[in-house]
C-alpha cells in the first residue's frame, strides 16, 4: 500500500502497489484453490473480480467458480483517485454530463452526493428491503448483492465548470481548457466536452452500466448527461516479453506497447500527477489532466490496405507487435541508427508519437484506451474505434503536443476524432469526511 492511500476496513480490498500480475497470481495461487480464502472476508464486503490484465483468460478459470477466481477490488480513499494509474479492466466508459446545479451549494450537494454513491459502489455491499408501494432504491440489474467487480469511476471537470456560475474562474487548473479541433477531426458536437465526466471501469460491462444508472438516478436535478462512450478490451493471454498488458486495437495492432509503467510511482509523479512543483492552484495537488477522444476507425479501408504497409503506418509488425527495428513487443526502437528511416519511416506513427529523445521525455502520457463498437453508418459502414484515454501532468506538454507531432500521419487517411473532451481529475478523498472537490469549493469560498 503507497503511503498516500488509506487502508479500507477490508484488509483483502488491495491497492494498485500491491495488485498481483496474472502471471505471478496463476503460479502462486493456482486456479483450484486460489489461494484466497474467502472466510476472512468482512461482513457485508463483497468480493471483486480481478482487473483485466491480472485476470487469467476465460479459458484457464473453467475449474474454479467464478466467484472465487476475481477477488480484488480497489480502495476509494487515498490522495488521488482510482482509476488512473489502477490496471485497466476488461470495460470501460466514459459519460460526460452538464451540471445543472444552480448555485454553489447546490453544487456542493451534488458532489458530496457523487462521492457516497462512488464510495459505496466501489466496495459494495447490499440494500436494505424497502417499501414497495416506493421505486427500488437500486436497479437491481446485478441482483440484492453489489459485488466490486474491479469497479473504478474516476470524477473529472471540465473547462466549462469555471464559468460565472459557481464562481469557480479564479481557480481553473492552469492547462485545462476547452478541446480545439486538430486538421483531421470531424468532430461533433454533440459528443464534445461537458461540465463533469466520470470515467467508469469494471471488469464486466454490467457492472458498468449499473454503476451509471445509480450515479443518474441519485442526482435529479443535478446531473444531465451530455454523452457517452462505452469499449472494452479483449482478453488476451501474455505475449513473450509483455510487461506492460497491452492489446489489439480494431486495427489488428497492439495499443500501448510503449506505455509508462504506472506501477512506477516516481515516474508516475513526474508524468501523471500534480504537485507542488507545477505552476498548478494549490487546491489541484493529487489530480490529472484526462484527454479523451472518440476516434472512429475506417476499417474497410483498412482491411483492404496491404500488410506492409500497415506495418510501415505504425511502425510495428501487426502480428509480434515488436517494432521495425526490433523482434518483440517491448523492444525499444533504435532511431539513432536510422536517421533515414530507412526501416521505421520517418512518418511512423510510434516514432513520430514518440522520438525516445532526452526534450520528449516530458511528453510522455499514459494510455488507458478501449475498443468501441457503435453500430452501422448509413452508409452501410461499421462505426467502430477506439475510446482513447490519457492522463498527463501538464495537458499542453502531454497530448496536446504529441497530437500536434502527429498531425499529417499517414495513418490519418484511416482514422478520424469525431468527439471527447479536456478533464480535469479531482484530487482524491482522503476519508469519509472529505468529498470529491472539496478542496476547489474551500479555495473559492
Known sequence: MTDDQHPTRCPFILTDDTALDRRRFLRGAGMTGLGLGLSGLCPGQALARLPHEQAPHRQEMTSAPLEQSEQLAYPFYGRHQQGVVTPRQATGMVVSFDILAMDRDALETLLRTLTARIAFLTRGGSYPEHDPRFPPPDSGTLGPHIAPDGLTMTVAVGTSLFDERFG?????????????????????????????????????????????????????????????????????????????????????????SANPAAEDQPLMNALVWIDGQRDEPPWTHGGSYMAVRIIRNLVERWDRTPLGEQEAIFGRRKMSGAPLSGGQEQD??????????????????????????????????????????????????????????????????????????????????????????????????????????????????
Open 168 to 256: 469557480l474562474a479564479s481557480q481553473r487548473p492552469t492547462h485545462l481548457q476547452r478541446m480545439q479541433k486538430f486538421p483531421n477531426d470531424a468532430l461533433d458536437a454533440p459528443r464534445c466536452h461537458g461540465d463533469l465526466a466520470i470515467q467508469i471501469c469494471a471488469n464486466t460491462i454490467d457492472t458498468v452500466y449499473h454503476a451509471l444508472r445509480d450515479i443518474i438516478k441519485n442526482t435529479p436535478g443535478g446531473l444531465l448527461v451530455r454523452w457517452k462512450q462505452t469499449g472494452t478490451v479483449p482478453l488476451l493471454p501474455p505475449s513473450p516479453g509483455d510487461l506492460n498488458g497491452s492489446a489489439r486495437n480494431f486495427l489488428g495492432f497492439r495499443d500501448g
Open 332 to 445: 525499444v526502437p533504435d532511431y539513432a541508427a536510422d536517421p533515414e528511416g530507412h526501416v521505421t519511416p520517418l512518418d511512423a506513427h510510434i516514432r513520430l508519437a514518440n522520438p525516445r529523445t532526452p526534450a520528449t521525455e516530458k511528453h510522455r502520457i499514459l494510455r488507458r484506451p478501449f475498443n468501441y463498437a457503435n453500430g452501422v453508418e448509413t452508409n452501410g459502414q461499421l462505426d467502430m474505434g477506439l475510446l482513447f484515454i490519457c492522463f498527463q501532468a501538464d495537458l499542453a506538454a502531454g497530448f496536446i503536443a504529441v497530437q500536434q507531432r502527429l498531425d499529417g500521419e499517414p495513418l490519418e487517411e484511416y482514422i478520424k476524432p469525431v468527439g471527447g473532451g479536456y478533464f480535469f481529475v479531482l484530487p482524491g478523498v482522503t476519508d469519509d469526511s472529505d468529498f470529491l472537490g472539496r478542496s476547489l469549493l474551500a479555495a473559492t469560498a
